[in-house]
T-cell receptor, first 114, second 109 residues
Framework: DADVTQTPRNRITKTGKRIMLECSQTKGHDRMYWYRQDPGLGLRLIYYSFDVKDINKGEISDGYSVSRQAQAKFSLSLESAIPNQTALYFC?????????????FGEGSRLTVL | AQRVTQPEKLLSVFKGAPVELKCNYSYSGSPELFWYVQYSRQRLQLLLRHISRESIKGFTADLNKGETSFHLKKPFAQEEDSAMYYCALSGPGTYKYIFGTGTRLKVLA
């Protein structure tokens, strides 16, 4: 069951191109996140959103932008891709509540910037 | 500074041997601690969280506030435990999750 869906799953692009990674969820969660995974560096938070009007930068937001089009959709854009943005990108959602809840991840989008 | 440290990039053990994946954290306050696992060709998923105090797939993790550690343990490793394991924390009310760099566990036959 693909509750958190990312598209595209794989993408190869060239330096300077604009790229959008899309994430949609059917879990009804308000909170959505974009992470980047690099070998040896783990997962690092790029942006997060607690609702459609609340978007926040994470630890590595430079070079990225996001759009929360609806509760269910959260897109990550690279306006001008560069090779060091080659990575595996994960979208995640979390359940609202008073305590930090479980993160639910998409399958990942592998981006290669040549 | 908020940080999660997993000192081992790779941990290899033989089937049936005990396994301990180390996690230390730095946080001013009382964070929530989690272990996430990523099996080959599967999504990253929650393995366990300290607030639940449960054992999942034979794994347990004890929060040691004095040592600021949340090590993951299993008395008898199985081949199907081979995966990438991430320790993570979230500050109360922040809903931001900080991950460690991960430890790849290989269980050898």
């Amino acid at each position: 069951d693909a509750d958190v869906t990312q598209t595209p799953r794989n993408r190869i692009t060239k330096t300077g191109k604009r790229i959008m990674l899309e994430c949609s969820q059917t879990k009804g969660h308000d909170r959505m996140y974009w992470y980047r995974q690099d070998p040896g560096l783990g997962l690092r938070l790029i942006y997060y959103s607690f609702d459609v009007k609340d978007i926040n930068k994470g630890e590595i937001s430079d070079g990225y932008s996001v759009s929360r089009q609806a509760q269910a959709k959260f897109s990550l854009s690279l306006e001008s891709a560069i090779p060091n943005q080659t990575a595996l990108y994960f979208c995640a959602t979390s359940d609202p509540g008073t305590a930090p809840g479980e993160l639910f991840f998409g399958e990942g989008s592998r981006l290669t910037v040549l | 500074a908020q940080r999660v440290t997993q000192p081992e990039k790779l941990l290899s053990v033989f089937k049936g041997a005990p396994v301990e994946l180390k996690c230390n954290y730095s946080y001013s306050g009382s964070p929530e601690l989690f272990w996430y696992v990523q099996y080959s060709r599967q999504r990253l998923q929650l393995l366990l969280r300290h607030i639940s105090r449960e054992s999942i797939k034979g794994f347990t993790a004890d929060l040691n506030k004095g040592e600021t550690s949340f090590h993951l343990k299993k008395p008898f490793a199985q081949e199907e435990d081979s995966a990438m394991y991430y320790c993570a924390l979230s500050g109360p009310g922040t809903y931001k999750y900080i991950f460690g760099t991960g430890t790849r566990l290989k269980v050898l036959a």
